[in-house]
């Protein structure tokens, strides 16, 4: 492993010009939960690491009009016990849970569990359902694109360098909305994912779909939408027939994607039934575990 330097900023003004000094290879630093790892896959990545973590805008988590604004350098736990995310994003607050132990959860970010975008990041999912925005910001402009914008694919950003990821946002979903976060592991705890499921929606006065967001991690190389399965619920009623239909197009989609892989025999059946179940649990319907295996 290389040498490198240290240095903490004061503020997001330093911490970007710092990023961006001539001749020295800078990265931020938020959690350091990934630094070790990354360093022994690339023992060059970066001369100096600036240290973003007791910067106190970088924390906040506020209101502002329809829209909450989580700032990068939250950790898991911050995100985790903060009432106005618990009230507007459970679903946010669900997947931050699964993230790691205790002690992950108390020092990793949400912006660097975005900036790393790995495959398996539990907020990502999370976040492009909620169709979340990512402000990152430079010496000399300021960038604003959604999460599944900002990834371009596993452990690859539109972060520039000396680029820095300073907030998240997203819009309060509608009343209404219920949305729900499941993952699978190889443990109940301190696992990484195999396979995430992010769902949110809510329903018309008559009873039909109004809205349906579906997002998969793990499952292709890019965290998206699976609009296949979105349009197939819209105007519909609920049902589980509805439902386990709606598994069968994740699985289609998810092998159009990534195509047919040493996990598929586990992960297509597992992807329907975890489908499904999430869908069900939207849309406030009672499944039997052992239909939807």
Known sequence: MEQFSYIRAKNIAEA?????????????????????????????????IVDISLIPELHAIQQNGNEVIIGSAATFTE??????????????????????????????????????????????????????HARVITPGEEFDWTVSELVLSPNKTRIPPGGLLVSLRYAIPQEGSRGVFLKLGRRNAMAISRLTVAALGRLNHDGTIAEARFVTGSAAP????????????????????????????????????????????????????????ALSKVFNLTVDRTESQ
């Open 16 to 48: 970007v010009k710092l990023l961006n000094q001539p001749q020295i290879k800078s990265r931020p630093l938020a959690g350091s939960t990934d630094i070790i790892i990354q360093l022994r896959h690339k023992p060059d990545l970066y001369d100096r």
């Open 222 to 277: 890019l965290i998206c939408h699976f609009k296949s399965v979105e349009n197939s619920l819209l105007g519909q009623k609920p049902s589980l027939e509805l439902m386990q239909e709606a598994g069968k197009l994740a699985t289609e989609e998810m092998t159009r994607l990534s195509g047919l892989r040493w996990s598929s025999d586990f992960k297509i059946p597992a992807l329907a039934a975890m489908t499904t179940r």
């Open 79 to 132: 995100v985790i016990a903060n009432p106005l995310v618990q009230r507007t994003a459970p679903i946010l607050v669900d997947s931050c849970k699964t993230v790691g132990a205790v002690q992950i959860r108390n020092m990793g970010t949400v912006g660097g569990n975005v900036a790393n975008a790995a495959a398996c990041a539990d907020s990502l999912p999370a976040l492009v359902c909620l169709n979340a």
